[in-house]
């Protein structure tokens, strides 16, 4: 049997089968169960309506546990045994071999550098995008090729990346745009503006709105109104920012007293540190486009009335849009930036497809494969998947809170 036809025979019988389950099972529970008549007719109509819901969720709920929670039981189990020992229980032997490893760490690095900049680039970039593109008439054309990269895959931006970062040896054409343009500096003006003034201007200002940020979150703290969990999460998070505003400038030095490599074109997924920033310029190429769509909508259901208000008032388009429109969507902005930030923690196919965790650019996916699929192990594998999970959880359970208090 063909592909497509076989494609087409699982769609009819898929829906079919579903359509049929609930329309038996609803025919059943009517009929047969608890019949609308009688002298027991009301109770048997408000016990059908009690049950109906999970007869309809049924199938989900057990695919749901078979797919899903079941994996993770039985990932658990396997991170703490010991294959090469007949599935011995090894306690968390498994645990302490993974923290051993500088691999492990680098992956953890890594991770965390990813979930900074990734999630803060692209919604800064889709809420500036749904901003100007809301201001032109070409604005909905503009919307969908930024969304277009959306429609890509993981693989298929990396292979597209990995094009525009291809280096050849001194003296061929270059095909990778990057080093097109790497190979016209020769050390004048233009090497001095595009590769240290506009690069330290980029960072500084970088380092500035990490500040202010951290300013934000730890300025509640001398209130003293917030619970313990808060100040301390505020705290860690303050402290995260310094860090990365202190890696900024400590970055900007090191641009100053560089001294580049002029005219020789350059492997850039080889170069520590900052190859990582160029695998993260594809996850924020993809992801700005669904970050513009989400705050696009939020934008426009901003109350026409509170932006007239503030124009009669003398504001300026920059006291508009950051004291008026942005406190308005803030929850939106929140729910945009945990999504991203979801990808990024399951991030593997990006590292995967370009350097494979080489170059010290391991991240904790794909250093997860490499133990259960490379190495065999799969205690140290499987021990991995469970941090992943762990690390994933609290935005999952904090995104239903939230979603559960809009509701009310």
């Avoid at 650019?361 to 991995?384: E, P």
Wanted: glycine share 8%; with cysteine.
């Amino acid at each position: 049997m063909s592909p497509a036809l076989l494609g087409l025979v699982t769609i009819v019988i898929g829906v079919g089968g579903c359509l049929g389950y609930f329309y038996f099972s609803n025919l059943f529970l009517d009929k047969v169960l608890f019949p609308p008549t009688g002298p027991n007719a009301g109770r048997n109509i408000n016990r059908a309506n009690m049950i109906r819901p999970w007869l309809f969720l049924g199938p989900a709920i057990l695919a749901l546990g078979l797919y899903l929670g079941y994996p993770v039981f039985e990932t658990l189990r396997l991170s703490l045994t010991d294959r090469s020992q007949d599935d011995a229980f090894v306690g968390l032997a498994n645990y302490q071999k993974m923290f051993a490893e500088p691999k492990f760490w680098e992956a953890m690095r890594n991770n965390m550098l990813w979930l900074i900049v990734v999630p803060a680039a692209s919604t800064a970039f889709g809420l500036l995008a749904a901003q100007l593109t809301d201001r032109i008439k070409w604005g909905a054309a503009a919307k969908s090729l930024i969304f277009m990269p959306m429609a890509i895959s993981f693989v298929g931006a990396s292979v597209i990346f990995k094009l525009v970062y291809d280096a050849r040896p001194a003296g061929n054409e270059q095909i990778g745009i990057l080093n097109a343009i790497w190979m016209q500096f020769d050390g004048g003006t233009g090497s001095m503006l595009f590769l240290k003034l506009l690069p330290i201007l980029i960072l500084a200002a970088f380092a500035a709105i990490v500040s202010y940020v951290c300013w934000l979150l730890v300025r509640p703290l001398l209130s003293g109104k917030d619970g313990i969990l808060l100040k301390a999460l505020r705290a860690f998070a303050g402290l995260i920012g310094l860090w990365v505003a202190i890696l900024a400038v400590r970055n900007i030095f090191e641009i100053i007293g560089a001294s580049f490599p002029y005219g020789e074109p350059q492997t850039w997924l080889t170069l520590p540190f900052y190859n990582n920033f160029f695998l993260m310029v594809v996850l924020i190429w993809i992801q700005t486009g669904f970050a513009m769509v989400i705050l696009s909508a939020a934008l426009r259901g901003i109350p026409e009335e509170t932006i007239e208000a503030a124009i009669v008032d003398g504001a300026n388009p920059f006291q508009i849009f950051f004291k008026i429109k942005v406190p308005q969507i803030m929850s939106t902005i929140v729910v945009v930036w945990t999504t991203i930030t979801l990808v990024v923690l399951k991030v593997f196919d990006i590292v995967f497809a370009m350097t494979n965790g080489q170059w010290e650019t391991q991240v904790l996916a794909n250093y997860m494969f490499d133990k259960l699929f490379r190495a065999n192990d799969w205690g140290i594998g499987s021990a991995s998947a469970i941090i992943i999970m762990l690390l994933v959880s609290p935005i999952l359970v904090w995104n239903v809170v939230q979603a559960r208090k809009e509701m009310r």
